[in-house]
């Protein structure tokens, strides 16, 4: 990893299993202090990824516990489209769900943190992460997320209405042949690089940032701030992990959303990681925390 901060500081700071565990053995998230965003590489991806297999594998229980919801929810969302005969809108649905991913996996988060300080699994402590932050950040970022979630599927609409509202309709669940029209090819391209920046920036505003609303002290204005300082500090590495994540949970959800039982745990466990790798924080350069 190349540790160079936004002030151009080097720094070889990384987490270790002994970071803070005094505070968190007391369930207390530590201080915010002011967050450093580190450079990043290639590294660090296979890094993250390969620590989040290796807690998954540790915890195999809570990452199918925590899929499990993720997948009962895809179900739930396809069998009310089908059911109204609206098979067309279970795509837009199906892609925009992925936007829920980062508030469900905060249990994976814990996770996590808990196999890092070497705190014990216990069910009713990491079930209960979310709500023992009622009034604190999580909720707020939640309602960011769920908001989000819903324009996108009425930008969804929005837009099918605008290519195709003067176009005679087909039962398109019946059909495809209606996209190969110009106005259907027209909607496609249109729909895809739109989406694709809508997506873009919730991933730039969430994907360091419910992970360090766990671990610290801090309002999530700034934590989106700083998850988007890190996609603007390294804009290819994070947009090509944004992609490649996409495209993971893409196929995953084709078998009847069941390859989310082991993508999703990997790349929560991952993304925790991965924060940890990128963040850097003053009070664990101070304390002289060294890599593992």
Known sequence: MT?????GAEAGVETGAETGAGMAAKGARRPGGRPEILRLDQSDLRYALAKG????????AWGLFFALIYVLGGWLVFWALTTQGQFWWTLPAAAGFPILGPFIVCGLYEVSRRLETGEPLRGGAILGVIFAQKDGQIPSMAAMIVFYFLFWNFFAHMTFA???GNV???NVSQSLAIFATPAGIALLVFGTITGAAIAALLFALTVVSLPMLLDRDIDYVTAMLTSLGLVRENPVLMLGWGAFIALVLFLAMLPGFLGLFLVLPLFGHASW????RAIDWPDEAAAGVTAA
């Open 3 to 7: 540790a160079t901060s936004e002030t």
């Open 53 to 60: 297999w290796q807690d998954f594998r540790h915890a195999p």
């Open 162 to 164: 605008l290519f195709m």
């Open 168 to 170: 005679t309709m087909t």
């Open 273 to 276: 990681h991965l924060y940890r």
